[in-house]
């Protein structure tokens, strides 16, 4: 059982950067692949970012590519998403997720959420 808890989120203009974390809770963090999905008003939810369990691979949405990196620190259980040149496109709820598997970009395959943070990018 993992549970999530994101952090980091809110307002900020068109170029600028946040950063996002999600701290887990459970002793087998490691043995999770971590993802950030976004859900903007209206639309369906999106993959954003994923990485392996063991850190070395990582993919990121075309959408958000040269702008977004995904990381996390195994040590401390936490992912964090940072999001550079920020753009009112990027205005959604974002979410971090978990699934004891490979990393995947789709939300059903993920078995564990948080309850999200809310990100708005002015312009």
């Known amino acids: 059982q993992v549970q999530l808890v994101e952090s980091g989120g809110g307002l900020v203009q068109a170029g600028g950067s946040l950063r996002l974390s999600c701290a887990a809770s459970?002793?087998?963090?490691?043995?999770?692949?971590m993802a950030w999905f976004r859900q903007a008003p209206g639309k369906e939810r999106e993959f954003v970012a994923a990485l392996s369990f063991s850190g070395p691979t990582s993919y990121v949405a075309d959408s958000v590519a040269g702008r977004f990196s995904i990381s996390r620190d195994n040590a401390k259980n936490t992912v964090a998403l940072q999001m550079n040149s920020l753009k009112p496109d990027d205005t959604a709820v974002y979410y971090c997720?978990?699934?004891?598997?490979?990393?995947?970009?789709?939300?059903?395959?993920?078995?564990?959420w948080g309850q999200g943070t809310q990100v708005t990018v002015s312009s």
């Open positions: 459970g002793r087998t963090f490691s043995s999770y692949a």
């Open positions: 997720a978990a699934r004891r598997q490979i990393l995947t970009i789709k939300p059903s395959d993920y078995n564990y």
